[in-house]
Structures are given as C-alpha cells and as structure tokens.
C-alpha cells in the first residue's frame, strides 16, 4: 500500500497566485480529512469528507479556500488568492470510519 | 468552544520513563487518541482509548479518565528515537478529531 499520496511537496508561490494542493487517498478508505500545521496556531482540520461529500469545513479561514472531492481517490484543495499567512503544512489524511487516520507527507507552502 | 491542554516540553534520558499529560474540555467525546510526529514528518497514529483505563503497546501505553477528562501517554525505556512530538487529540465523532497543541519531547543519551 503506498500510502497517502500528496502533491506538491513543497510549493512556493506569490502572493496573489491561485495555489491547488492534490491528495489521494488510501484505497478503501472512506474519509479524508485537510489540516494546516504553523507553529501559531498547532495542527488545524480544514474540512472533511465522507464518501467524498463534504461534512464539515467549518475549519475553513475563509472564501479563499476551497475544498473538492471528485471520487474516492482523489482531493484538491485551492487558495486562491494566495496570502502570505497562508504559508503552513498542508497535510491530507484518510481513514476507514472510526479508525485512525493515516497522514500523507504533506505539502509545505510558501507565499512570498 | 473546544480545548486540549498538554504540556510544551518535556525532557527525559536514555532509558527513563517519561508521562504526557493531556486535559480537554470539548463539546462531545467519542475517545482520546495519541499522534507521534518527528521533525519534518506527519503524524503517525500511536494509540486509541475509548473507555476508561489503561491500553499497552509495547513500550507505549496510555490512559483515560473520562470523569476527569483527563488522559496520558506513558513512554517507557526510552530511546533516542523517541525524541518527536506528541500529540493528544479527541475523537468528536466517527472521524473528526481535534488536536492539542503537542508536546516536544527531548531524549537525551
């Protein structure tokens, strides 16, 4: 099994740049789950899905962010626009209901 | 409004028993999980607890009280290996979960 698979792994961009952040999920798993890691504000759930339907994104900064779920294996996440604020991990974790979720390696932002 | 506590560091030797603390104050509960995440790495999962008690892996075991909501994670013989970050994080239902804001731990020879 390969894992959660993420892409980029690191991105740096410029203020203003419209940002898209690419997961795939562990085969079988029928959650996925978008956090931000600073070193401010600690590990952050963003939004989560649930048989690719969104069921929370109440951890979304705002319009610039949005979330989508096309089918089971696969998830974007896009800033757009970018700010440097938004600089951060970006990580994307998948899960079989009620078990543990296994984190993919994560995206490192940098908005210049 | 939801709310973990942990300590920020602790330190410990080669060999030593180390305890991480971890109170909450959240609006549901389903259990207390335990993340370990090494510098420049993700979290990987440790431990779940959904009831009372005490739950053993290994070298790692953690606890819950869910009358004192309270839990911890207990690290024994430690090695270098074991220096990272450790996360408490509650289950609010079937998937979300809430993190605290992690507890780096130095283990030195």
């Known amino acids: 099994d390969a894992g959660v698979i993420q892409s980029p792994r690191h991105e740096v961009t410029e203020m203003g740049q419209e940002v898209t952040l690419r997961c795939k999920p562990i085969?079988?798993?029928?959650?996925l789950f978008w956090y931000r890691q600073t070193m401010m504000r600690g590990l952050e759930l963003l939004i989560y899905?649930?048989?690719?339907?969104?069921?929370?994104d109440s951890g979304m900064p705002e319009d610039r962010f949005s979330a989508k779920m096309p089918n089971a294996s696969f998830s974007t996440l896009k800033i757009q626009p970018s700010e440097p604020r938004d600089s951060a991990v970006y990580f994307c974790?998948?899960?079989?209901?009620?078990?543990?979720?296994?984190f993919g390696p994560g995206t490192r932002l940098t908005v210049t | 409004g939801q709310s973990l506590e942990q300590p920020s560091e602790v330190t410990a030797v080669e060999g030593a028993i180390v305890q991480i603390n971890c109170t909450y104050q959240?609006?549901?509960?389903?259990?207390l999980s335990w993340y370990q995440q090494h510098d420049g790495g993700a979290p990987t999962f440790l431990s779940y607890?959904?009831?009372?008690g005490l739950e053993e892996t290994g070298r790692f075991s953690s606890f819950l009280s869910r009358s004192d909501s309270y839990g911890y994670l207990l690290l024994q013989e430690l090695q270098m290996k074991d220096s990272a970050s450790y996360f408490c994080?509650?289950?609010?239902?079937?998937?979300?979960?809430?993190f605290g804001t992690g507890t780096r731990l130095q283990v030195f020879p």
């Open positions: 974790a998948s899960s079989p209901p009620g078990y543990e979720q296994y």
């Open positions: 085969s079988g798993h029928n959650s």
């Open positions: 899905f649930n048989n690719n339907v969104p069921i929370d």
């Open positions: 959240t609006s549901g509960f389903y259990g």
């Open positions: 607890n959904a009831l009372d």
């Open positions: 994080a509650v289950r609010l239902n079937t998937d979300k979960l809430i």
